[in-house]
C-alpha cells in the first residue's frame, strides 16, 4: 500500500541520512587540529602517555576504520582497553565518553528529559503564540496592533537570546524573586516545581521563536481570506471566529507546521543558549561540552541523536501535510 | 598576611564548624578520582584527597607542610632516593587504615592508560616509570618500595629536588590497594580527606558529606568547617554573578568558582555590599605574549627587545579588568610573586603605557626602520582572550607593529601552540603552574625539550645553556639554593627576552555573605576551598 | 502611471516595488531606514572622518579610572563621541556601529540571498516535480539540517585557507547552511499550489517547469518567501558573532554588530548603552527589511492592492 | 414597500475600486420577492447579477462600496450587526454560489462542511448532523452520498460539487433562496430534478427564491417574474408569461431572440433488451441496456485529428476508499474540422476523460492519439509541440486562471510560451482576443477575482484560442453566458471552424447548443459512451433511454409549453428510474 511504501522508504532514507551525518562528523572532528588523546593524557604530557591513551581510546586507527568500529558498536557493542580496567559498552553502543566516564547513550538518555521539557513546553507556547497573534495582525492588517506585534516579533528575532534570558533571570529570578533563578527539576521529583522552575525558560524561548509563526500566519492568512471559499463559511452563517479560526487557518498551516517541525527539531537536538543562561544539564550542554573538550564520542552521540529527531519531526511534517491539505499528500 | 584584601576581615571571624557551603561551578563534571585530576591542591579534590604534603598558602610565599607524612620528606642522596613516613590513625572512608601500600597503589594506579588523566610529572621522574603501565595487569612499580605500613621510599631516575612538591599533587593521593578498578571510582572514591562524595549528577550536582573516618588531630592544613559540600555544575559565569551579587538564600553561603569577569567588577564598583564580597588576589598566573624565536624577524634579539617597550601594559590592565588594582600589577619577571625564591627585577624599564618611541627606533637599528607588519598573533576565544589580544594589538601598531589576530577555539589554540608547527609569530597566553616552585614556572615553557609534541614553551625557545642551568636547579635539594638558582635562570632567560611579561593577572572571586576566611594568595590565585568556613 | 502593471505582464517584482514606495507609508519608512543604513555602511569613513574618530584607536582618557566603565552619562555620549565610547577600550561606538554595519549587512543581507535563491529555487522544484527529487532534495535537508555545524564551523576556523577573504567563505557557508529551512518552507507552500487547477492549465498548456515557476508558482510564493528571508536577516547577523567566537568569523579588530552585541550583552547592567546602541541598529535593520517585506507583499497581492 | 414582501432591494449601487480607478457594477438597483414567490434575474453576462446578490448578504469584498437599502421582512440588511447577520446567512437566506469548483473548501471534506452549515444554526449532535447531510445528498439527487461525504471537493465532478453547494443552501430551510447559476453545470435530467426540488421549497415552505440563470428555459420553468439587467441596471420587470409574450426593452428582445432550443418531437427509442448487441442506424450506434455496461464501438476514419481508443482512467482510492472507474473503456475519434458534442450526465466523466488527453488525469489504460502520436507517452518537446496545438477551456475558469495574474497576462501565457509574440504586438493581439470575446479591452489589467463568472469563462476562451489549436478541448465553455454573449461566442466558434479546421470535442449540459455547433454528439453515462452519431439524429430520435430522457427533460423557453413537458418528462423519468437501480459508475 502506498502509504506503508513512502514510510519505509523514508526510514530507509533516514538510516542513511544518520550514517552520512555521523561520517560527516567524524571526518571533520579529524580535520581539527585537537587530538582528542592530548586531553587525557595529562600534564606534562609524554610522547608514550600520549601513544598509550591514543590507543586506548581507539584512536590508534584510521578515521574510517573506527568509523566501522562505531557502527559495529552499535550492534555488538565495544569493550576498552583489557584486563580488570577495561571499560565495557553493552549494546546498543554508542561510544563511551572517557572524559564524563560514562556511556554516551546513558549521558544522552539522563539529559535528554530536561531537554524534551523545555522545548517541547516551550514550541507549543510559541507556536498558540506565534499563530494567534499572526492571526491577530492579518485581521487588523495596517492597524497599531499590526504594527506593534511585528515589532515584537522583530525585537524576538533580532534580540540575542542570551540577553533576553538574563534579563528575564535578572527580573522574576533575582529582583521580583518569583520563579528560581535557574536550574532543572525532574517532573517525577516535584511536578510543580519542574513547572516552576521551566516556565521562564519557555517563555524566553518561546518568545525568541514565536517570530516566525506570527509573520509566516499573517502573510498566508491575508492569502487565504481572499478566496471564494471564506465567503461561503460566511454565507453559510458561521461565527467569524470559525470562518477564520478553522477555515482559513486550516489552509494558512501548512508552512507553519513545517517551520514547528524544523524548530522543534533542532531545539529538542538541544537549546544551548537557553539551557547555558539558565543552567539547565540538558543536551544542548551536553554537545557544547563535548565540542569544548573535544569529546568525540560524546560529540558523535549528541549530533546524532539531534540528526535523528530532526529528521524525525520533519518526516512526521511531510506525513501531517497529507492530513492538513488532501492536495498536498506525498503518498 | 598575604592578601590585605576584604574577605580577611571576615577570616578574622572564627567561624564554627557546620553548615552547607555552595560553590557555583561554570563546569559541567568534576574529576574526585584522585588519578584523573588535574585539580590544584587547595581545591576540590584537597577536600576528599591527602597527599604525603600539602601547601601551607597563609604566608607570603606558599610553603610545603606535611599532610599524610609526618614530615615534608627526607633525601639521602641530594634528591635520587626521598623517604616519607605516614602518622598514625589515619583512615580511608571506608574505615580502613591509610597504609604505604594503599599510597603505593594509589600511584601505581595512576600509570593506567585508564586513568591516565591526571598531571603526570611524576610519571617521568620515578625510575622505570616511563615504561610501567599500572598495577591492574599484576606488575608493580618497583622504584616505590614500602617496606613497613607506614614507610614509603621513592627512587628517582634522577635527582630532583622538587619531590616533596610532586608529592603534594592531587595525583600522588592513596587508594585502597586493589580499588579504583573502573571508571565508576571517580564518582564515588574511597576519600582519605576530611569529605566523601556522598552523590554526583554529572552535569547537575555533586554534593560532599563529611568522612566521619578523618580525625581533625591528624590533619593541620584543613579546618574543614562546613558538614556539606555542594559543586552547583555547569553554571553560567554571569548569572553566578548575578546571584552572588544579589546574594539571597543559599547564595548567601556560596561562592564563585569562576573569576568575575570586567563587566561584573565594573558593576560592584558602586555596589558597596557586593564589592565587600568580592576577594581579589594580590599576583597570580602571569600573561605573557609570547614571541616565537625560530620565526621570520622574531629571531632577532634586538626585534624582540622592542616588542618589551612596544607593548601598553596599561591599556592591556583596563581591557583585562577595567582598572590595573583588579587587573594586577605590571610584570617583569617569569617567576611569579607568591613563589619562594623570586627575585624581582625588570630589565627593560619603562612606564606602564609603553614606549613606543624606543620601540620604534630599536626595530630601526634591528633593521626595520618602517616596522613589522602580517605577523599573526594566536589566542583563545575562552576569557575575553580576544579582547585582551586586540588590546595589545592596538598598542603594538603604536609601534608600527601589524599583526592579525587570529582567535580560535581553546582546544584549537591549545594544540597549535603546543604543536610541532609553530606556524604563529605571537600568542597571548598565560601560565599557572601546577605547583608553587619557581621550577614548574619556568621548565615547562622555556626547556628546549618543551618545543611541540604538547610541550608549552610557546616561544619556541631553545638554549642550551638554559637548559643546562634548569636541569642543575631542577637537582638542587635545598630550596634557598635552588631559589636562587631559579631566579638566575628566570633573568637569563629574559635577556633573550621571548616572551614580553605584561601582568600578574589578579583573580577576582565573589562569594556570598555567610562565606568566612575567603582568602585568595599570590599563588595559587584561587580561593583556598579547605579553610573555608559558613558562619551560622 | 507607473505602478499599473504592464497590460500583459503579472504583477511584477520591480512594479511592485515602485508602487509599495508610493502608497505605502510604512514600507517607505522602511525603505527609508534601509537607505540611511547602508549609507551608513558605505560612508563610514567619512562619517568616521566627520566625527573625528576611528574604531580602532584605544583611549583610556575617556574611561573611568576605577571601573574601566565610560565617564560621563549614556555610555559617554559627548560631541565627541557621538554614541559613547566601549568599556575597557575607549573606542568609539559610533564608528563601530557604522564599521560594524559594512560586516554585518553584507554577511547578513548576502547570505540571506543566498540561503533564499538556493533555498526558493530547490523547494519550489521540489515540490512541483516531487517524485525521486522531491525525496533527493528532502533528503539533502534532512542531511544538511542534521549536520555537526558547530564543529564544522571549528574547523572551519582552524583550517579555512587564508586564500579565501572571511566574508566571502562566511556568505557561503552562512548561506550554505541556511537553504534547507527556506527549501522546506517553499515547498511546503509549493505542494499545495501543484493541485491547483491554474497550475494544471499552464501544464496543459504545454509549459516548461521553469516557465510554470515564474509565472504560475513563483507569483503566489512571494509571500512566504519575503517574510522569511527578511526574518533570517538578523539570524545570519548573530550566527556570524557565533562564528567569531568559534574563531571561524571575522577577526577582530574589523567590527560587526554580532560580534559587538555579543560583547555588549556582558555590559547590559553596568553600561546598557553599549548595548543599546549596536542593539537599536540591528534591530532598525531587521525591522525596515520587515516592513518594506510587508509592503511588498501586499502590492503583489492583487486582492490588497487597492487600499481601502 | 409593501409587508407582504419578503426581499426588496432599494436602489442599491456597488461600485468597486480597481487599479484603473473606481468601477460601477451595479446602479440603482431595485427589485423585490414575496414570499413563496420566484424572482429570475436574467440579463448580460457582467450586469451585475451576481454582485447585487452578493451585497444582500454583505458577502462582496472590501474593495466594493454598497450604497441603498435591502430589507428582509422589513429589517434592513445592510444595518445588522453581525450576529443578526450572521443568524439570516444560510439560515433565514441561503445562497447558492455562481462557481460551485471554488466555493468549497479544499483542505475539509464535503460531509464536515455540509454538517457545518447545519450546525451553524441549529443545536444537533455532529451525528445527526452528519446524518441530515446524506439525506440532503440525497435530496439533490446525488448517488452514492457516502462517498461524497467522504470526499474532497477536487474529488467531485463540477455538477457534484454544484449539488453540494445547493444542498448546503438549502440545508436550514431558509426563507429566502438567492441562487445564482444553480444548474449550469447540471445535465438536464438532474437540473430538472433540482428544479423540482425549488418548487418545492417554494410551495411546501413558501420560501422566495431569487433566481439568476441565463437558461431561458429554466426561467419558462420556475419563475413567477422576471428582471432583466443590464451594465448594471434593472432594465425591465414584469412577470413571466407577460415578458416572454411581449418584451418591452430591446436588449430583452435581443435576449429572446437568441434564444435557441430543440426541435420540438422526440421520437421514443425502439424496445430492445439484448445487452449483448448494439442497435445501429445508419451513423447513430447505441448499446443496449440501461444502465449501460459497456461502451459503443468507434469507427475512426484514418485522418481522425483525435482518436481514443479503450481509454479508461481510474481514479485511486484514498485510504480505505475503493477505486473509482471514471471512464470505462471509453473509444471515440474526432475528425479534423469536426465538433464532437459530448453530453451526458453529470459525473460520467466528461471532464476526466477532457483532462486525460491533456494530461492531467493519467489513463490507467488505452491509447490518445493525436494525429497518430499517443499523447502520454509523449515526453519533453515533442509532448509540448503536441500540446501546443492543442486548447482547453476547462471546466471551471475561476481556478484554472492564476490569481496573480491580470487578464492580459493569462490570455497572454500561450502566446509567451509557444509564439515569438512580445510588446506591443502581443498587447495588441491580447486585445483582439477579448474583442473577440466580447469582452471591454479596459479587463487587461483586472485580476481573475475582480471579473464576473461570465467574464471568466470567456477569458478561458481567449485564451484557449489565442494559438489557433488544431485540437479545441471545450469543458462547458458557454455554461455561464447569457443567450446573447453565447450566441457571439458560437458564432466565433463557428467561423474560426471555418476558417482553421480545427477539431473540437465539445462538453456541454445544453443540448440545444450541441445541436448548434456540433456534427456529432456522444452521450456519457456512468463512464461508457452509451450512444453516438450525428447531432440531429442523436438529438431528434435517440437509440438509448438515457439519451432519451435526457432530451426530453431539456426544457423549452416557453413558459406554457414547458409546463407541458414537464408533465411528460415526470412519465418518462419514473419509468427509466424503475427500470436502473441506483448504480456507482462502474465501480466493480
Ligand atoms: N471584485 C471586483 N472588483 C472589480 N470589479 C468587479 C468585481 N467583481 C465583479 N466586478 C465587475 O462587476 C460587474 C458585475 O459583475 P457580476 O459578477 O455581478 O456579473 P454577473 O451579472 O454575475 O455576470 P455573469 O452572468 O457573467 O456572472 C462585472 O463587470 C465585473 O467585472
Ligand atoms: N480527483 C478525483 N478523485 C476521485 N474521484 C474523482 C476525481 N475527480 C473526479 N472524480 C470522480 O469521477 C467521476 C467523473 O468525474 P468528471 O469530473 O469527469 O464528471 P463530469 O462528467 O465532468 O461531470 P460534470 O458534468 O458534473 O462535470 C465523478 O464521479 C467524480 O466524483
Ligand atoms: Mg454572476
Ligand atoms: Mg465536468
Known amino acids: 500500500m502506498r502509504l506503508a511504501r513512502f514510510i519505509g522508504g523514508r526510514l530507509a532514507a533516514t538510516v542513511i541520512v544518520l550514517l552520512v551525518v555521523g561520517l560527516a562528523t567524524y571526518a571533520v572532528f579529524y580535520l581539527l587540529p585537537t587530538d582528542p588523546a592530548q586531553l587525557s593524557c595529562g600534564r606534562p604530557c609524554t610522547p608514550q602517555n600520549l601513544a598509550t591513551a591514543r590507543a586506548f581510546m581507539g584512536f590508534d586507527h584510521p578515521w574510517i576504520e573506527q568509523y566501522l568500529q562505531f557502527i559495529a558498536g552499535i550492534f555488538t557493542g565495544r569493550t576498552f582497553g583489557s584486563g580488570v580496567t577495561a571499560i565495557h559498552c553493552p549494546a546498543p553502543c554508542f561510544g563511551y565518553s572517557f572524559q564524563q566516564n560514562e556511556t554516551v547513550l546513558s549521558l544522552i538518555a539522563s539529559r535528554l528529559p530536561v531537554t524534551a521539557s523545555l522545548a517541547i513546553g516551550a514550541s507549543i507556547i510559541w507556536l498558540v503564540l506565534g499563530v494567534a497573534v499572526g492571526v491577530l495582525s492579518a485581521l487588523k492588517r495596517g492597524s497599531p496592533i499590526d504594527r506593534i506585534t511585528m515589532a515584537g516579533a522583530v525585537a524576538g528575532v533580532s534580540a540575542p537570546a542570551y540577553v533576553i534570558g538574563l534579563i528575564a533571570i535578572l527580573i522574576f529570578g533575582l529582583t521580583l524573586n518569583i520563579v528560581p533563578d535557574n536550574g532543572y527539576v525532574p517532573l517525577t521529583t516535584s511536578p510543580v516545581g519542574w513547572l516552576w522552575h521551566l516556565i521562564t525558560p519557555w517563555l524566553v524561548l518561546a518568545f525568541l521563536q514565536a517570530a516566525t509563526y506570527a509573520r509566516l500566519t499573517r502573510t498566508q492568512m491575508l492569502d487565504v481570506l481572499g478566496e471564494d471559499f471564506i465567503r461561503t463559511a460566511r454565507a453559510k452563517g458561521l461565527a467569524e471566529r470559525n470562518v477564520v479560526g478553522k477555515h482559513a487557518l486550516r489552509n494558512v498551516l501548512l508552512p507553519v507546521v513545517t517551520v514547528f517541525g524544523l524548530d522543534l527539531g533542532s531545539v529538542l537536538g538541544g537549546a544551548i543558549l537557553t539551557e547555558t543562561v539558565f543552567s539547565m544539564p ?35 511534517v511531510d506525513l501531517l501535510y497529507g492530513v492538513l491539505d488532501p492536495r498536498a499528500r506525498l503518498t | 598576611n598575604a592578601n590585605p584584601s576584604p574577605s580577611t576581615s571576615a577570616s578574622n571571624t572564627t567561624s564554627k564548624p557546620g553548615g552547607t557551603l555552595y560553590v557555583l561551578d561554570d563546569n559541567s563534571s568534576n574529576h574526585f578520582d584522585p588519578a584523573q585530576s588535574q585539580s590544584l591542591a587547595t581545591t576540590t579534590s584537597g577536600l576528599v584527597h591527602r597527599r604525603l604534603t600539602n601547601w601551607d598558602l597563609s604566608g607570603p610565599t606558599a610553603t610545603l607542610v606535611a599532610d599524610l607524612a609526618t614530615d615534608t620528606g627526607k633525601t639521602s642522596d641530594n634528591g635520587t632516593t626521598w623517604t616519607f613516613t605516614l602518622k598514625d590513625g589515619l583512615a580511608f ?184 564580597r568580592l576577594v581579589t588576589s594580590q599576583a597570580g598566573a602571569v600573561e605573557y605574549l609570547a614571541l616565537n624565536t625560530q620565526r621570520g624577524p622574531l629571531a632577532n634579539l634586538a626585534v624582540r627587545k622592542a616588542f618589551q617597550y612596544a607593548v601598553n601594559r596599561a591599556s592591556f590592565q583596563v581591557a583585562s579588568a577595567g582598572t590595573p588594582a583588579l587587573a594586577g600589577p605590571v610584570a617583569s619577571t617569569l617567576i611569579t610573586p607568591g613563589i619562594s625564591g623570586r627575585q624581582a627585577y625588570d630589565l627593560y624599564p619603562t612606564n606602564a603605557a609603553g614606549d613606543p618611541a624606543k620601540a620604534k627606533q630599536l626595530l630601526a637599528q634591528a633593521g626595520f626602520p618602517d616596522g613589522l607588519s602580517g605577523l599573526t598573533l594566536l589566542v583563545s576565544t575562552s576569557n575575553n582572550g580576544a579582547n585582551l589580544a586586540q588590546a595589545v594589538a592596538a598598542s603594538l601598531a603604536q609601534a608600527n607593529i601589524k599583526v592579525t589576530i587570529q582567535p580560535q577555539d581553546d582546544d584549537t589554540f591549545i594544540s597549535n601552540v603546543t604543536g610541532n608547527q609553530g606556524n604563529y609569530d605571537l600568542a597571548l597566553t598565560s601560565w599557572q603552574p601546577d605547583f608553587p616552585s619557581a621550577n614548574a614556572n619556568i621548565q615547562p615553557l622555556y626547556q628546549s625539550s618543551q618545543i611541540g609534541n604538547g610541550g608549552f614553551n610557546l616561544s619556541r625557545y631553545s638554549n642550551d645553556e638554559v637548559d643546562a642551568m634548569i636541569a642543575d636547579a631542577q637537582a638542587t635539594v635545598d630550596p634557598t639554593q635552588a631559589g636562587t638558582k631559579w631566579a638566575a635562570v628566570d633573568k637569563r632567560i629574559m635577556q633573550d627576552a621571548p616572551i614580553v611579561p605584561l601582568i600578574y593577572t589578579r583573580n577576582s572571586f565573589l562569594h556570598g555573605s555567610k562565606v568566612d576566611n575567603v582568602q585568595v594568595p599570590d599563588f595559587p590565585a584561587y580561593p583556598n576551598y579547605l579553610t573555608l568556613g559558613i558562619s551560622q | 502611471m507607473a505602478a499599473v502593471p504592464s497590460p500583459s505582464a503579472p504583477r511584477s517584482l520591480p512594479a511592485a516595488l515602485v508602487r509599495t514606495i508610493r502608497t505605502d507609508r510604512w514600507a517607505l519608512a522602511g525603505a527609508i531606514t534601509v537607505v540611511v543604513l547602508v549609507f551608513l555602511a558605505v560612508a563610514a569613513p567619512l562619517l568616521a572622518a566627520v566625527e573625528g574618530q576611528d574604531p580602532y584607536t584605544y583611549d583610556l582618557s575617556v574611561l573611568d579610572p576605577n571601573s574601566g566603565l565610560p565617564t560621563g552619562h549614556l555610555g559617554g555620549v559627548s560631541g565627541k563621541h557621538w554614541f559613547g565610547v566601549e568599556p575597557l577600550t575607549g573606542r568609539d561606538l559610533f564608528t563601530i556601529v557604522c564599521y560594524g554595519a559594512r560586516t554585518s549587512f553584507l554577511i547578513g543581507v548576502a547570505a540571506t540571498i543566498v540561503s533564499v535563491v538556493v533555498g526558493a529555487l530547490l523547494g519550489i522544484t521540489a515540490g512541483y516535480l516531487g517524485a525521486w527529487f522531491d525525496r533527493g532534495i528532502t533528503w539533502l535537508t534532512d542531511v544538511l539540517l542534521g549536520f555537526p555545524y558547530l564543529v564544522f564551523m571549528i574547523a572551519l576556523g582552524a583550517i579555512a585557507p587564508a586564500g579565501i577573504p572571511r566574508p566571502l567563505l562566511l556568505i557561503g557557508v552562512i548561506g550554505f547552511f541556511g537553504w534547507p529551512r527556506i527549501t522546506r518552507i517553499v515547498r511546503s507552500q509549493t505542494l499545495s499550489l501543484r493541485g491547483r487547477t491554474f497550475v494544471s492549465a499552464a501544464r496543459a498548456m504545454g509549459a516548461r517547469p521553469w516557465q510554470v515557476y515564474r509565472t504560475e508558482l513563483l507569483p503566489n510564493l512571494w509571500a512566504p518567501i519575503i517574510v522569511v528571508a527578511t526574518l533570517n536577516i538578523p539570524v545570519n547577523i548573530g550566527f556570524e558573532a557565533a562564528l567569531s567566537f568559534l574563531g571561524a568569523g571575522i577577526p577582530p579588530p574589523t567590527p560587526s554588530w554580532g560580534q559587538t552585541i555579543s560583547t555588549a550583552s556582558d555590559w547590559i547592567r553596568t553600561d546598557p548603552m553599549f548595548l543599546i546602541f549596536p542593539g537599536v541598529a540591528l534591530f532598525l535593520a531587521t525591522w525596515s527589511f520587515n516592513v518594506f517585506g510587508d509592503g511588498l507583499r501586499d502590492a503583489l497581492d492583487p486582492r490588497l492592492a487597492v487600499r481601502r | 414597500m409593501s409587508e407582504a414582501e419578503l426581499l426588496s432591494v432599494a436602489g442599491v449601487s456597488v461600485t468597486f475600486a480597481t487599479d484603473a480607478g473606481a468601477a460601477p457594477a451595479a446602479i440603482e438597483v431595485s427589485y423585490s420577492i414575496a414570499a413563496g414567490e420566484v424572482l429570475a434575474v436574467v440579463g448580460e453576462s457582467g450586469s451585475g447579477k451576481t454582485v447585487t446578490a452578493m451585497s444582500l448578504l454583505r458577502l462582496l469584498p472590501p474593495t466594493a462600496t454598497v450604497t441603498g437599502a435591502a430589507f428582509l421582512n422589513g429589517t434592513n440588511l445592510f444595518e445588522l450587526d453581525h450576529e443578526r447577520l450572521r443568524e439570516i446567512r444560510g439560515g433565514r437566506v441561503g445562497f447558492v454560489f455562481q462557481e460551485p469548483m471554488t466555493a468549497l473548501n479544499p483542505v475539509f471534506t464535503i460531509g464536515a462542511q455540509l454538517a457545518e452549515a447545519i450546525t451553524a444554526h441549529r443545536r444537533v449532535s455532529s451525528g445527526q448532523a452528519r446524518a441530515r447531510a446524506g439525506e440532503l445528498l440525497e435530496l439533490v439527487g446525488l448517488p452514492d452520498p457516502a462517498r461524497v461525504l467522504r470526499s474532497y471537493p477536487h474529488e467531485l465532478s463540477g455538477g457534484q460539487l454544484q449539488r453540494v453547494v445547493i444542498a448546503m443552501a438549502v440545508a436550514n430551510e431558509p426563507e429566502l433562496l438567492i441562487a445564482d447559476e444553480p444548474t449550469t453545470a447540471l445535465d438536464v435530467t438532474v437540473q430538472a430534478g433540482i428544479l423540482e426540488l425549488l418548487r418545492d421549497l417554494r410551495s411546501r415552505l413558501g420560501a422566495g427564491i431569487l433566481l439568476i440563470t441565463h437558461d431561458m428555459g429554466v426561467v419558462a420553468d420556475l419563475a413567477d417574474r422576471v428582471a432583466v439587467m443590464r451594465a448594471g441596471r434593472v432594465v425591465e420587470q414584469g412577470s ?63 485522418e481522425a485529428a483525435l482518436r481514443i481508443t479503450d481509454l479508461s482512467v481510474v481514479y485511486g482510492g484514498r485510504l480505505r476508499s475503493f477505486s473509482l472507474r471514471a471512464v470505462d ?25 477532457a483532462s486525460a488527453i491533456v494530461g492531467l488525469a493519467t489513463p490507467t489504460s488505452g491509447l490518445i492519439e493525436l494525429d497518430g502520436a499517443d499523447l502520454p507517452t509523449l515526453r519533453g518537446r515533442s509532448r509540448r509541440a503536441a500540446l501546443r496545438r492543442i486548447g482547453v477551456v476547462f471546466q471551471d475558469p475561476g481556478s484554472s486562471l492564476n490569481p496573480r495574474a491580470s487578464i492580459g497576462a493569462s490570455i497572454a501565457q500561450p502566446l509567451r510560451l509557444h509564439s515569438e509574440l512580445r510588446g506591443a504586438r502581443l498587447n495588441q493581439r491580447v486585445r483582439e482576443l477579448l474583442d473577440s470575446v466580447a469582452l471591454p479591452a479596459d479587463l487587461n489589467n483586472r485580476f481573475p477575482h475582480e471579473l464576473s463568472g461570465g467574464q471568466r469563462q470567456r477569458v478561458a476562451i481567449a485564451r484557449a484560442i489565442a494559438l489557433r489549436p488544431a485540437l479545441l478541448i471545450a469543458d462547458e465553455p458557454t455554461s455561464a453566458l447569457d443567450v446573447s454573449v453565447q450566441a457571439r461566442v458560437l458564432e466565433l466558434l463557428r467561423s474560426l471552424q471555418t476558417e482553421l479546421r480545427f477539431a473540437c470535442l465539445f462538453i456541454s449540459h445544453d443540448l440545444a447548443v450541441i445541436e448548434q455547433v456540433a456534427g456529432r454528439v456522444a452521450v456519457m453515462h456512468r463512464g461508457h459512451i452509451v450512444e453516438q452519431g450525428p447531432a440531429d439524429a442523436v438529438l431528434t430520435a435517440p437509440l438509448h433511454p438515457y439519451t432519451h430522457l435526457l432530451v426530453t427533460s431539456a426544457p423549452v423557453a416557453d413558459p406554457a409549453d414547458q409546463r407541458r413537458r414537464r408533465v411528460a418528462w415526470r412519465a418518462a423519468e419514473l419509468s427509466v428510474r424503475a427500470g436502473s437501480a441506483p448504480r456507482q459508475p462502474g465501480d466493480q
Open chain 1, 282 to 316: 540538558g543536551l544542548g550542554q551536553l554537545l557544547i561540552t563535548a565540542v569544548h573538550r573535544t569529546d568525540l564520542p560524546l560529540l558523535m552521540g549528541c549530533t546524532l541523536f539531534a540528526a535523528f529527531v530532526i529528521v524525525l519531526a520533519n518526516f512526521l
Open chain 4, 329 to 353: 473503456r471509453v473509444s471515440v475519434h474526432i475528425e479534423p474540422g469536426e465538433v464532437l458534442g459530448l453530453v451526458g450526465e453529470s459525473g460520467s466523466g466528461k471532464t476526466t476523460l
Open chain 2, 93 to 276: 572512608s571506608d574505615g580502613s587504615p591509610i597504609t604505604s601500600a594503599d599510597l603505593k597503589w594509589g600511584i601505581e594506579r595512576t600509570f593506567d592508560p585508564a586513568f591516565s588523566q591526571g598531571l603526570s610529572y611524576h610519571k617521568t621522574l620515578l625510575a622505570g616509570g616511563t615504561t610501567y603501565t599500572g598495577p591492574f595487569s599484576g606488575k608493580s612499580l618497583d622504584s616505590i618500595e614500602t617496606p613497613d605500613a607506614k614507610t614509603i621510599v621513592f627512587r628517582l631516575a634522577r635527582p630532583y629536588g622538587d619531590w616533596p612538591w610532586i608529592v603534594s599533587l592531587v595525583t600522588l593521593s592513596p587508594v585502597p590497594q586493589g580499588k579504583g578498578t573502573n571508571a565508576a571510582y571517580d564518582t564515588a572514591p574511597i576519600t582519605s580527606g576530611p569529605y566523601q562524595v556522598a552523590s554526583y549528577q554529572s552535569g547537575t550536582q555533586a554534593t560532599l558529606t563529611r568522612n566521619p573516618h578523618w580525625q581533625k588531630s591528624t590533619d593541620s592544613v584543613r579546618t574543614a568547617l562546613p558538614d556539606k559540600v555542594i559543586f552547583q555544575l555547569s553554571q553560567d559565569d554571569s548569572v553566578i554573578s548575578q546571584r552572588l551579587i544579589a546574594d539571597s538564600g543559599n547564595d548567601q553561603s556560596g561562592f564563585g568558582y569562576s573569576f568575575v569577569d570586567p563587566a561584573q567588577l565594573a558593576q560592584l564598583v558602586n555596589n558597596p555590599s557586593a564589592k565587600s
Open chain 4, 240 to 302: 413571466v408569461t407577460e415578458l416572454f409574450a411581449h418584451p418591452r426593452h430591446d436588449y430583452t428582445r435581443q435576449l429572446l431572440d437568441s434564444v435557441i432550443s430543440l426541435p420540438g418531437t422526440v421520437a421514443p427509442p425502439p424496445a430492445e433488451d439484448d445487452p449483448a448487441t448494439l442497435i445501429e442506424r445508419g451513423d447513430q450506434i447505441a448499446v443496449v441496456g440501461h444502465p449501460a455496461t459497456r461502451s459503443v464501438r468507434d469507427d475512426p476514419t484514418a
